[in-house]
C-alpha cells in the first residue's frame, strides 16, 4: 500500500461516522497531512451542516502551516453553493498546495469543476487513488444522481426450506425465523438508510412499527404500497415515531410497472437508499423490474414445511457469515 493510499483508507475509515446522517450529501471524510503526519481528520456533518474538508481545516488551529499541507478526501471537494460555500474555494483560501482525491464527484453540479477550480489555482491535485473503494462506499451519492433512484437493499428472513412466513397463524404479529441478534442487526441497517419500504399486506399481517428500536440511531422514513389507502390508522406504521408515505393509486398508475413509479416518486423527495422489507409480492415486485442493489438474506434454523415462498433472484454472493444459528448472505445485483 502505497502512502496516498494508506492516508485515503483512513478518509474512508472516518467517512462512516457519517453514516445514517449526511443524506442526501455523501459521507465523505478527509485528513491534513504536514510532513507525515496527521494534523486534522473531518467527516461529513449532518446535513445541513459543514462538509468533511471545512471540518478538517477549521480544527487546524495554526493555518499557516497548511501552506505545507497535503488534503486527502474521499470525493472531489464541491465547487458551488448549496447548504453551504464551496469546499474547493476554501482550500484555496488557505492555500494549501497539494490535493489528493478518491474519486469525481459525477453530479453535475461538480462534474470535474471542483478539480479544475483547485488546478487553476495552481494547487498539485491527484485523482483516483483507491478509486473503486471510494466509489463503492459512495455508493449512496452515486446511485441517487447517475440512476435518478434510491440505492436499493431487499432483505428477508427464510427458514430452511425457503419460506418467508407460515401459511397462517394465530395473530397479528410476525413470526419470528431469526434470532434477536440478527434482528438487532436488521435494526442497525434501519438506522443507516434513509426509507424503509414495505407492502400493504406486512403492515397488516405483522403490525410493524418499522423503526430502531434495537440500535441507536434515525427512524428511517415509512412507506407503505397500499393502492386504495385503506389501512386502518390505529396500526403501528402510523405512530408519530416516523414519518409514513403512502404510495396509493393516486401516487402511481398500478397498470404499469410499480417499482419504477417509486422509486420516481422517492428520487424526487430526494431519498437516498432504501431498504425494502417485504412481503414477498413487494420484493419479488422490485427483483422482477430488476430495482435493486443488494440483498440481505439470512437463513434461520427451522423449517414451516408450508408457506409463503421467499423470493427469487439472480445476484452474486459478496459476503457469507454466521450469526449464532442463522446465516447471513449479502448479494450484489451486478
Known amino acids: 500500500m502505497t502512502r496516498q ?14 453514516l445514517g446522517v449526511t443524506r442526501p450529501n455523501p459521507m465523505v471524510g478527509c485528513i491534513i497531512v504536514v510532513n507525515n503526519k496527521i494534523i486534522s481528520e473531518g467527516y461529513t456533518s449532518a446535513y445541513g451542516g459543514n462538509h468533511a474538508e471545512v471540518n478538517a481545516i477549521n480544527k487546524v488551529t495554526d493555518k499557516s502551516i497548511l501552506k505545507q499541507a497535503t488534503l486527502y478526501v474521499t470525493l472531489e471537494p464541491c465547487s458551488h453553493y448549496g447548504k453551504t460555500p464551496p469546499c474547493s474555494d476554501l482550500i484555496i483560501k488557505n492555500n494549501i498546495p497539494n490535493v489528493v482525491i478518491g474519486c469525481i464527484d459525477d453530479n453535475e453540479q461538480v462534474a470535474g469543476k471542483g478539480i479544475k477550480r483547485l488546478i487553476n ?3 498539485n491535485v491527484t485523482v483516483g487513488v483507491l478509486e473503486n473503494k471510494c466509489k463503492l462506499h459512495h455508493k449512496r451519492f452515486f446511485t441517487f444522481h447517475n440512476k435518478q433512484r434510491p440505492y436499493i437493499i431487499l432483505k428477508w ?3 430452511q426450506d425457503g419460506f418467508i412466513a407460515p401459511k397462517t397463524k394465530n395473530k397479528k404479529a410476525p413470526v419470528w425465523i431469526t434470532t434477536t441478534y440478527s434482528r438487532q442487526i436488521v435494526h442497525k441497517w434501519r438506522a443507516e438508510e434513509q426509507a424503509i419500504l414495505v407492502g400493504k399486506n406486512t403492515v397488516l399481517e405483522d403490525n410493524p412499527s418499522l423503526t430502531v428500536r434495537d440500535w441507536t440511531g434515525t427512524n428511517p422514513i415509512r412507506i ?9 390508522k390505529k396500526l403501528e406504521v402510523f405512530n ?3 414519518e409514513t408515505l403512502i404510495i396509493d393509486n393516486h401516487s402511481i398508475d398500478f397498470s404499469k410497472p410499480i417499482a419504477i413509479q417509486t422509486c420516481s416518486i422517492l428520487f424526487k423527495k430526494q431519498i437516498t437508499s432504501i431498504i425494502i422489507e417485504g412481503g414477498a409480492k413487494t420484493l419479488q415486485t422490485f427483483i422482477n423490474e430488476n430495482l435493486w442493489d443488494e440483498a440481505r438474506v439470512f437463513t434461520g434454523n427451522s423449517n414451516f414445511n408450508e408457506g409463503i415462498t421467499a ?24
Open 5 to 18: 493510499e494508506f492516508y485515503i483508507k483512513r478518509c474512508l475509515e472516518i467517512a462512516k461516522n457519517g
Open 121 to 123: 489555482a495552481g494547487i
Open 157 to 159: 428472513a427464510q427458514t
Open 224 to 232: 407503505v404500497i397500499d393502492k386504495l389507502n385503506t389501512l386502518p
Open 240 to 242: 408519530n415515531k416516523s
Open 311 to 334: 423470493p427469487t433472484f439472480k445476484g452474486r454472493l459478496k459476503l457469507e457469515k454466521n450469526i449464532i444459528n442463522d446465516t447471513l448472505k449479502i448479494y450484489t445485483n451486478d
